[in-house]
């Protein structure tokens, strides 16, 4: 028998009593069979384990095949992790196709030059208020002085020219002044000065951007109470076509221009304007678009830069809006406009005699 | 963030004891009790459903043979263990991938089985040259070979399946087989 067999035979209790006796003798007198017993043992007992390893992996594969996997993973994994394992898979998905889109999108804003006409929008449309100086240190050292004079107190009226202008008209008798908000936006304070030349310190007591429209209240002591005001305001809508005027401050003297309603609309569709075919500057802003019978119909508040006979006019009724939504504890007492017309027979002329002196220009400082 | 994994679980001694005496059904009880822990521990740590899978098998492959050797004392749970283990080998496959190194959430308390996965990785090695001498050996020797020394079949069996006319020639074919076969295994 071959040795390797009879240590097999051995091994695998396969020998007879005799047999195996016989065999432990000579392996007890030759090491080196002995040493090829231990070995060939060893070996089969390592396929032997490899086999079970097998054996337990193909079991353990069965039963793994056999589980819900995904069942488990939401009982195990709570569904903010499962966001984040998603995001982890598909962030560079995500994130490419959102830089593509992000592309396409400003190519497209930059092919159809939509950026250039955003800007073009906002550069030709002009706010008439009248800029006397752009530097702003002149600007804070006169807020300074002005501080300074009015703790002194020693004089009334402004000592150095104000910084933006505009025009304002009466309310009503009793001081409030109606202008543009862009008139007195960031005022340090602000004056009226009537056609006399007459100056009084007034307040902003109500603001209304989105119509660009402010009131100030004049507070200064001295200033008197009107009579009666000789315009009215129209509530309804103006026709297309009308005749207007108006009378402002874009100097330092009061000046009369005239056009017509030329839109019924805005800039850029604006509704809550008309456009007016009338030579209006800065300084103009604030005043009052009178018609031919002496109704207030608008207040002027801008122009469109290179477009001729393209100023505007924010509508009377938006006027009386922003007044109704006043609130009441920022006046003294309801205001109450006046409703009597009393322009309406007379002439051009006769009518700014009777309106001037109600027409103020607003300093701001 | 941690969610208790609740679960039945077959009681430890139970284990051991269907360990020793080849239950199939204690592996089933050891695989639906523990690897949902496992499975939270991997995906929690950027692994995927297979991590899971090849780490939770690898785990139970050490206790078997731990408790199969004998040296298998139970002092501390056996969930423990098999979480620790998990652990170990998840961290050592994460270094590997070089993605997150040293840090890892943990949902259990933690054991050291530094020992364990020596052993564990050692026999591994092993299985691997076994699994290519195998592989080498070809066919009818491989067959030969796993049917009579790990499917413990009769030589009249196999000589009956591979068609051999008397055991004496099954039995001199597996020798021969099993001669190339040590050669191969040796020499890798």
Redesign the interface.
């Known amino acids: 028998m071959?040795i390797?067999?009879q240590i097999e035979a051995y091994l695998m209790n396969e020998m007879s009593d005799e047999e195996s006796a016989a065999f432990e003798q000579s392996r007890a007198i030759d090491p080196s069979l002995d040493r090829k017993v231990v070995l060939h043992e060893q070996?089969?007992k390592?396929?032997?384990?490899?086999?079970?390893?097998?054996?337990?992996?193909s079991?353990?594969?069965a039963?793994?095949a056999r589980?819900d996997?995904s069942a488990?993973?939401e009982?195990?994994?709570?569904t903010s992790?499962k966001m984040k394992?998603l995001w982890?898979k598909y962030h560079s998905n995500v994130a490419v196709a959102a830089s593509i889109a992000i592309l396409a999108v400003l190519t497209t804003l930059l092919s159809t030059g939509s950026f250039n006409q955003a800007t073009s929008i906002r550069s030709d449309y002009n706010a008439l208020r009248r800029e006397w100086s752009r530097d702003i240190n002149t600007k804070v050292k006169r807020s300074q002085n002005e501080i300074l004079q009015n703790i002194n107190a020693s004089s009334k009226s402004p000592s150095t020219p104000s910084l933006f202008s505009g025009t304002g008209f009466a309310l009503n008798t009793d001081g409030y002044v109606i202008t543009n908000y862009h008139v007195v936006k960031g005022a340090d304070s602000v004056y009226i000065q009537d056609n006399d030349g007459i100056s009084y310190k007034a307040t902003t007591v109500y603001i209304h951007p989105s119509y660009d429209i402010a009131v100030l209240k004049v507070i200064d002591p001295s200033f008197k109470t009107l009579r009666s005001l000789p315009y009215s305001f129209k509530k309804s809508g103006s026709d297309l076509g009308v005749d207007v005027y108006t009378l402002g401050y874009p100097k330092d003297d009061l000046t009369y221009t005239r056009g017509y309603l030329s839109s019924m609309s805005g800039y850029a569709g604006d509704t809550i304007a008309y456009q007016v075919d009338i030579s209006v500057n800065g300084g103009n802003s604030g005043g009052p678009l009178l018609d031919s019978k002496g109704n207030v119909v608008g207040i002027v508040n801008a122009k469109q830069d290179k477009t001729d006979g393209a100023s505007f006019a924010i509508k009377s009724a938006y006027l009386l809006e922003a007044i109704q939504a006043m609130p009441k504890d920022s006046l003294g007492r309801k205001v109450i406009l006046n409703t009597k017309n009393t322009l309406s027979s007379l002439s051009r002329g006769d009518q700014i005699k009777r309106i001037e002196n109600y027409i103020y220009m607003v300093k701001v400082y | 963030m941690s969610r208790e994994v609740k679960r039945f679980e077959p009681s430890d001694n139970e284990v051991i004891l269907g360990i020793l005496n080849d239950s199939k059904g204690v592996l089933d009880k050891l695989y639906e009790a523990y690897f949902p822990m496992i499975l939270q521990l991997v995906v929690m740590n950027n692994g995927n459903d297979d991590d899971a899978k090849d780490i939770f098998q690898e785990s139970v492959i050490v206790l078997y043979n731990k408790v199969k050797k004998g040296d298998f004392v139970l002092n501390s749970k056996l969930k423990t263990f098999i979480y620790s283990v998990c652990r170990r080998l998840w961290l050592k496959r994460l270094s590997q991938k070089s993605r997150v190194t040293g840090n890892i959430v943990d949902f259990e308390e933690v054991l050291s089985v530094e020992d364990d996965i020596e052993q564990h990785e050692e026999r591994d090695k092993q299985f691997d040259l076994m699994e290519l001498a195998l592989g080498r050996l070809g066919e009818p020797c491989k067959t030969i070979i796993e049917d009579f020394y790990m499917n413990s079949k009769s030589m009249q069996d196999i000589c009956e399946k591979f068609g051999y006319t008397n055991a004496d020639n099954a039995k001199n074919q597996k020798y021969k087989c099993l001669q190339r076969l040590k050669k191969l295994f040796f020499q890798a």
């Open positions: 071959d390797t067999e070996f089969m390592q396929i032997k384990e490899y086999g079970e390893h097998r054996k337990l992996i079991d353990m594969n039963i793994h589980l996997i488990i993973r009982e195990v994994i709570p992790v394992v982890k």
